[in-house]
């Protein structure tokens, strides 16, 4: 299948931005909380087992490949990049004892919404009608 084949319908397209819209902001929402740093940000920041030095740097990286996948043209890459940032999330609130399901549930939308709207990826992951 090529990805000539597979198109995109405007209902998919509105679909993909509803659905990506959520963890985006979420994520730059993240990261800018990380820069300002009030009070109850760096007081929380400890109970995951990171120095308060670490904050602006992991801002960083999250809104860089944030940006990444709001771009088309390296949205797949900001994808993978946030893949690994969320695994890292999940694995950090697993060992501390909180609940998984948020960046779980933020990758499968970034995911969603990226399959929706870009045809190289649904060429690599036909599903059968």
Not at 37 to 50: I, K
Not at 110 to 125: C, D, S
Request: aromatic share 14%.
């Amino acid at each position: 299948m090529t990805t000539e084949s597979v198109f995109v319908t405007k209902k998919m397209l509105w679909a993909s931005y509803i659905m990506s819209a959520l963890p985006v902001l979420l994520l730059l929402l993240s990261a800018v909380m990380k820069w300002v740093q009030p009070p109850a940000v760096v007081q929380g920041f400890p109970h995951y087992g990171f120095t308060a030095g670490l904050m602006f740097k992991l801002g960083f990286v999250e809104f860089a490949c944030t940006v990444l996948y709001l771009v088309p043209r390296t949205s797949i890459l900001g994808a993978i990049l946030l893949t690994g940032y969320f695994g890292g999330a999940t694995a950090t609130v697993v060992r501390v004892g909180d609940s998984f399901i948020m960046p779980v549930l933020l990758g499968v939308l970034l995911w969603g919404g990226l399959f929706l709207r870009e045809p190289r990826v649904r060429a690599l992951i036909p599903f059968k009608n």
